[in-house]
């Protein structure tokens, strides 16, 4: 979980470098047609990223030989990519010259290639990366019982790369089994299943030490920035807002972060344990623009049977009412695509120019608050039974 944590943010770089590199570089069209091609593109550098970090991270935290545990991890992930995938990105037929291209023809073979990358890792790359990576270190693990040192990282990176190259021979693939699993979350469709199952499945994930938010991006954000973009443009027009469930949706359900954790932190601003104050004191602000990471490791929120239980049941009381205001007419649905790091309340305010956002997102937070407050103050018993 730590190699987890310590990789992702290095993952996210990766992803925000390709994502603007695409769209500066590569796509043509106007910004919003960039963007929107540009998604999958930079998921799947994401993933590759996400690969070569964590594995490192791994065999650093479990002082394993790195070009070993590495090389295991990438060949493995490789070997774990969708079938169908490894088509698209084979080579041409022998004989089929490609013709003399200008920079426009360049462009678009670049452009090609981007899509094979992204069809190439399918909608599990992240899934198939970190899959990848625990299998070779718990490979190399159990061969260091057998044949301790060095000896047994080599061993075992040997045995990842046999064991994986013989799957795919078989033509079995765990990215492929991960695709087909969680696929169906992509054709839930602007509705409340949707909204409850997205949200249920992040914070699960999440609540587990997994970033489900940055897992299930790959999978969710390109279907719904496209519904999101689509409200945009009807805006535009002067059209009824088509869709409820679009990506700005979630900054009411998510108040602070995945798990609504604001009301949280600000009921442990005045906690009668001297740590969790100085904890909420530090983690406010983060809080106030949705960056909860130190809230998940640092409280921790992870693996916390006291608090994972309004982390989960929370956010899904906040789903039905987000889509009941707006289902009745009482909030606008959200018109612009808007980033989480947008402070608390100014973020749904510029997503919908409704000033009537500022009032859902206010109950939200007290709902939240209500729910979490009876489990905060088991959680603080707990915190000083153990200072005695």
Not at 96 to 101: D, M
Not at 150 to 162: P, Y
Not at 242 to 255: E, G, R
């Amino acid at each position: 979980m730590r190699a987890l944590r310590e990789a992702l943010p290095v993952s996210f770089v990766g992803l925000i470098v390709a994502l603007g590199v695409i769209v500066a570089f590569v796509e043509s069209g106007s910004f919003v047609d960039r963007l929107k091609a540009g998604i999958p593109g930079s998921f799947a550098v994401m993933s590759i990223v996400l690969v070569f970090v964590l594995s490192a991270r791994l065999a650093q935290r479990l002082r394993y030989l790195a070009a070993p545990t590495i090389g295991a991890s990438v060949l493995a992930f490789a070997f774990s990519l969708p079938p169908r995938a490894m088509r698209s990105a084979a080579p041409p037929a022998p004989g089929a010259h490609p013709p003399r291209c200008d920079l426009h023809c360049i462009g678009a073979a670049a452009s090609r290639e981007f899509d094979n990358i992204s069809g190439l890792l399918g909608t599990s790359g992240l899934f198939t990366a970190i899959v990848a990576c625990l299998i070779t270190v718990g490979v190399i693990g159990v061969m260091r019982r057998r044949f301790p040192g060095d000896k047994g990282v080599v061993i075992g990176a040997l045995a990842v790369w046999i064991g994986s190259y013989g799957l795919y021979a078989l033509h079995l693939s765990i990215g492929g089994g991960l695709d087909a699993l969680i696929s169906p979350l992509r054709y839930l469709g602007d509705s409340f299943a949707a909204l409850v199952i997205i949200t249920l499945v992040e914070t699960v994930l999440f609540l587990f030490g997994i970033h489900g938010p940055a897992l299930l991006a790959a999978l969710v954000l390109p279907v719904y920035i496209n519904l999101q973009f689509a409200n945009t443009a009807a805006y535009a027009h002067h059209q009824p807002i088509p869709h409820l469930v679009a990506v700005s949706t979630f900054l009411y359900v998510f108040p602070g972060g995945c798990g609504a954790t604001l009301p949280l932190i600000v009921l442990l601003l005045r906690s009668r344990v001297p740590r969790l104050r100085r904890f909420a004191r530090a983690t406010i602000v983060p809080s106030l623009i949705s960056t909860n990471e130190p809230v998940m490791f640092g409280l921790p929120l992870v693996y916390n049977p006291v608090l994972g239980i309004p982390y989960i049941v929370a956010p899904l009381l906040l789903c039905c009412t987000t889509y009941a205001a707006m289902t009745l007419g009482w909030v606008r649905p959200p018109i612009y695509y808007m980033f989480s790091t947008v402070p608390v309340f100014l973020n749904t305010f510029l997503a919908t120019l409704d000033w009537r956002s500022l009032i859902l997102v206010a109950v939200n937070i007290a709902i939240a608050g209500a729910i979490y407050l009876p489990f905060v103050r088991v959680y603080e018993q707990m915190e000083m039974h153990k200072q005695r």
